[in-house]
């Protein structure tokens, strides 16, 4: 199994992030996915999102599958963004967790969190705290289709 | 656990899409997520992709995380678009397939799908073939910042 080391001639397609970065392309995305990983079956959730110290923090409504597929449990989030030439994706994984307190609700308010949809039925907080965060810039050697 | 059917007073905030529609608008996405259920733990990937006979279609790298996690799997892959009043979300679920023989791979190229990065290092093609599509229209409250 030996690799050989080459010496880029050309720009890497890919570069890898800083973790700044990944927040920063974070706090500007207004969509993102959340992965869940129940009884073995995954599933895939898009949610606006708000980004708050360095935390993920989204709405949803009681009772639905995203809630009792992602809370509690480890969990991916993913945004990305692109343009014609190149794109990113920031991955970040850990706990969510439903917010319960007074306290902890107060603080979720603080984001000024927009629901998609209508906002009575969006009266659960969600909050991942990240053990991980990766990202990625493509650059792309032939423009994609828009 | 009896439920009440209410009549909405205004245009529901989530309609479900046909599936025509979802392919639809697959086709017109140049970008989507494949996620993997490998070992236990999930993973999520931006791939570009085409369409090809209502089959996904995308190309990676040999030797990859992705190509390991995903190839004889049950995969699912997400694609989504949005303006600032309503989004759209199109969840595809089913097995992913190398492809090896020339004919395979002939009929893939039909699909003139371009590689990301550097053609040269995304040499393996992957097609998902659904057994599951499902599609989402959301309709905002309020304009989500972008």
């Not at 995305?29 to 898009?46: K, W």
């Not at 945004?79 to 014609?84: K, P």
Request: proline share 7%; net charge negative; hydrophobic share 40%.
């Amino acid at each position: 199994m030996g690799s050989i080391t080459r010496m880029p001639s050309e720009p890497q397609p890919v570069s890898i992030l800083p973790v700044s970065e990944c927040w920063e392309l974070l706090a500007g995305a207004p969509i993102g996915r959340l992965v869940t990983n129940f009884e073995g079956e995954s599933n895939i959730f898009p949610v606006n999102f708000a980004v708050q110290n360095r935390t993920v923090l989204f709405r949803t409504a009681e009772g639905t599958k995203l809630v009792a597929s992602a809370v509690s449990r480890e969990v991916l989030f993913e945004a990305d963004g692109y343009s014609d030439r190149e794109g990113w994706s920031v991955i970040v994984r850990g706990p969510a967790r439903s917010l319960h307190t007074n306290e902890e609700i107060a603080e979720a308010e603080e984001a000024a969190l927009l629901p998609w949809t209508n906002p009575d039925d969006k009266s659960h907080y969600v909050r991942i705290r990240p053990v991980n965060v990766t990202g990625r810039r493509f650059f792309f050697r032939d423009a994609i289709a828009r």
